[in-house]
């Protein structure tokens, strides 16, 4: 992945440290106390000094971009991975600056009205997020990196790519608010258990066949 994209690499690099030149030329206009986190009903509840939120937020996000870019080059199931996705890869951390940075520069300095519209902007730019990584999530073929990683897509590369087929569809729909990100959120932490619940009664050995209901695996267990 490096191999093949390393002016990528360097012009993405470059795009997450641009903030900092636009935080000293508004150095003046921001307060010492600057917000750097917002809740899902777009309240400050994080907050840093000047000197943090200019230096040191885009030099973490540029720490993250490169552990992020190198950990994907590592794993060898990444070498014929989709281009596309790579690329999300290469340039996710650099848009996710600019967005933190625009709220943390313009929010300062701006009016109560033209905040809202800044934080409109933001969440529908989330949105935007979610339908592009909803678009290419079935197409990740199977890796230990990128996508959906747990025990029975990593197993059994047909499960992986209906996973990823309807992990695509339910981020590309759940796009619109905060609170249908979070339920997202919450369906991705709790669904897997729920399955793995159901499938502990399913009759078979093979979590990708249903053949009956049987209380045998819990006899087993306790016996």
């Known amino acids: 992945m490096i191999k093949n994209n390393k002016l990528a690499l360097v012009l993405s690099s470059v795009t997450i440290l641009i903030p900092i030149a636009v935080g ?89 009205s033209d905040v809202l519209n800044v934080m409109t902007v933001m969440f529908l730019f989330i949105g935007l997020m979610f339908c592009v990584i909803g678009n290419y999530l079935p197409k990740c073929k199977q890796n230990f990196t990128l996508g959906i990683k747990i025990k029975w897509t990593l197993e059994n590369e047909e499960n992986w790519n209906k996973t990823h087929r309807l992990g695509g569809i339910v981020w590309f729909v759940f796009k619109r608010t905060a609170w249908e990100w979070l339920a997202l959120v919450l369906a991705f932490l709790y669904i897997p258990i729920v399955v793995m619940i159901a499938l502990s009664f399913n009759a078979s050995v093979s979590r990708a066949a249903w053949t009956g209901f049987t209380l045998g695996w819990y006899q087993k267990l306790f016996q």
């Open 24 to 112: 000293l030329i508004l150095w003046d206009k921001l307060p010492d106390t600057m917000v750097t986190h917002w809740n899902v009903a777009g309240n400050a509840d994080g907050f840093a000094s000047k000197s943090f939120a200019v230096f040191g937020m885009p030099l973490l996000i540029l720490a993250l971009h490169w552990i992020c870019v190198i950990v994907t080059d590592r794993d060898k199931k990444n070498k014929n991975q989709n281009p596309k996705l790579q690329k999300i890869v290469l340039w996710l951390c650099p848009v996710l600056t600019w967005v933190v940075s625009v709220m943390m520069y313009f929010i300062p300095i701006s009016k109560e």
